[in-house]
Each structure stands twice: as C-alpha cells, then as structure tokens.
C-alpha cells in the first residue's frame, strides 16, 4: 500500500486524496501480525483482484465521467539498458485555436514498461507571442508534474489555468536505467472548462524552495542536515496542495506560515518521506489554508546521510545539490491560487480562528 507520510498530529489533516490507514486499523494489522499473521477462514478470502493488461485508462476519467479534451504526448526516447540518470527535453505543440482554460490535468508515462524509467516529469506551459518568435515566449509555470505518487490535479470551480493559442508544453522527463532498453514517451490529458467560461482566478504551480540561494545545500558524511528558505507571496492566496520533493537522503519537509502580524501557522509536515512515492497532499475545499498578502511561506527540509537511513546509497559521501538522483534537493511544489484583498477579508471574516497563531517552539520538527 502506498505510504502516507503526514504527520497526523500536527497542520492540516484534510485531503481530497486521503488514502491513510487510521489507528484503529493500523493497530489492528500490527496485532494481527503479532500474533503470526495467522491465516484466516480460506472461506472468506475475497475474489483475486484482475489487474489490467495495459495502461490505457484515465483516473480522471472515472472522477470527471468523460474522456479528456486533449491528450497531448511527448516525442519518445529510448533508454539504453545502462547509463547514467538523462534528461529528455522535447517541445509539443497544445492543438488550441482560441483561449481555453483548463479545469484538470493528469499525466503518466506511456506504457507500463515506461514505469520502470521514468523518476518523473515536468509539463512546463509557454505561450508564444503573436510573432512567433520563441525566444519571446510567455513563461505561465508549470501545467503539472508527474511523479510516483502525484498521477493528477483537478482545480477548484473557481480557478483554472489558461492556455491560449499557440501554446506548447516543454517537457523536462528524468529517466533512468534498469538494465534493459525501454523506449516511451510521456502522456498529458487536458479537460477543459466549456467555451466561453472562464474562472475567477488562475492557479500557478509554484516551486518553493527550502534552500536560501544558488542552490545553497551542504551535506556532510555521516550528519544530519536542515535547510530553510523564505518566500513572500505577493497577494493574498489559497494553497492547495503541498507536495514534498527530495532525493535519497530526504528526511522529513515542513511548510509553515509566518502572518504579516508576526505570528506563525504550521501548515503540513511530512516527518517520514519516502523518496519513492512523491505524495501530493491535496487539501480539501474547506481546509485549503487561505492567507493574506504579506504572508511568508517557511519551507524547511531535513537530510539523514547516515547508515540509518535505508534509502542512503553512501552515508561516507559528502552531498551537494545537483539534478542526479544521488544529488540531492529540497523543495515543496504547490499550486497557489491568487484572490484579492477583499476576498480575503471576506473569508476571513467567516473563518476568524482559521488562522490560528502557533508559537515557534511548537512547530513540529524532527
């Protein structure tokens, strides 16, 4: 079963995408096994599951009850049966005539053999200026970023990101190699809101990251490593999401909330990451953290480069930032979505406890 790795005693503790065990039924696993895991009535055991053959369906297909609007595929790459991590970059072209904005998107790489080789990928958006020249592009942010873990993001019925005529996705795919040469590609499905629609607010994903500056990490052998950065938001704002991302020595991730009156607001903290499911903790409607212009997003990593970590390949390697899985980085994607001031006011008006001041001794940490 995939983990789920936020700490349930502290932040937010409401997902769209739940899928943790309570206590009671971890506990209830943990006496089972106990006891010898012993086997049950063969009488009551359920129907084997029948796995799909392929790859073909949508998980948002099954959620939005339609195919998807476009589908937009990434030219394929072959990855010889041993290499170093590489990095394909291709550009595609978003088959859109006029303004459409998007309500949901969901990415996954090509075929199940693709699975093997794809760490994950970046669908980064650019909008062309009317005169075509490229070096001219828009920079909108990204549209999604698949990892194990992330398959999809759907966007409140108030928000949406736009794509406009002439737009192309840039592709940015990690591969690695498993021994066998496999060739994929990579696959986009964009749903769209109606013609004519359009939302009140754009949502951007953001990259927010946990290191002051130049890529400032420093891990020595065998210590444990912390790194925080600082970022303002520029306008009031609602979070969605908070998904943690690091590489072999990522530890835990905290996204905290420094208000413009000083006081602050842990958010979400994932105190046992697991490099190999890069989980999206997606907030419900009414948990989704709203905060005010001025606010200051903390974003704090921790690295374990000791033989007590099980994913270290080395503890006896110094570690700097780099782009290698055997590098490693630190840094929480989140898409904010921008509101105004006076909604704001206005929801803070209805939620006066929502924002809810912690004092730093408090905030969870490892």
Known sequence: MPPWNIDKTVG?????????????????????????????????????????????GWLLAKVLGKEPDIVVKSEPYTVP????????????????????????????????????????????????????????????????????????????????????????????IHYHAVGEPIRDHVELAIYLYPKGYKPEHRTRLQLFSAYPKNNDLDIPPNSIAETQAFHVLKSAARLENFQPHMHLRGKAMSMDAILPNGTMRQLSYVDNFNFNWMNNYIYTDDE???????????????????????????????????????????????????????????????????????????????
């Open 12 to 56: 937010i503790q409401h997902f769209q995408n739940d899928r943790s065990l309570s206590d009671d039924q971890i506990a209830t696993i943990v006496n089972w096994v106990d006891q010898g895991a012993v086997q049950g009535d063969p009488k009551d055991m359920p129907v084997a599951k029948v796995w799909p053959k392929d790859d073909s």
């Open 81 to 172: 049966a041993v290499s170093q991590d590489l990095w394909w970059k291709p550009v595609s072209d978003v088959p859109v005539t006029e303004e459409r904005w998007v309500r949901a998107v969901e990415m996954r790489p090509g075929t199940i053999a693709g699975r093997k080789i794809t760490h994950h990928a970046l669908a980064q958006l650019e909008q062309v200026e009317p005169n075509g020249d490229m070096s001219e592009a828009i920079n909108p942010g990204l549209l999604m970023e698949w990892a194990i873990g992330k398959n999809y993001d759907m966007y409140r019925p108030d928000s949406g990101k736009l794509l406009e005529p002439g737009a192309k996705i840039r592709w940015d």
């Open 288 to 366: 989704a953290p709203v905060l005010p212009k001025g606010t200051v997003l903390v974003i704090t990593a921790y690295y374990d480069n000791t033989s007590a970590h099980k994913s270290n390949p080395d503890p006896n390697q110094w570690v700097g930032y780099g782009d290698r899985t055997v590098d490693e980085m630190g840094h929480a994607w989140v898409n904010v979505t921008n509101i105004s001031d006076k909604e704001y006011a206005d929801w803070a008006a209805k939620h006066k406890n929502a924002n809810t001041a912690l004092s730093v001794a408090s905030l969870k940490k490892p």
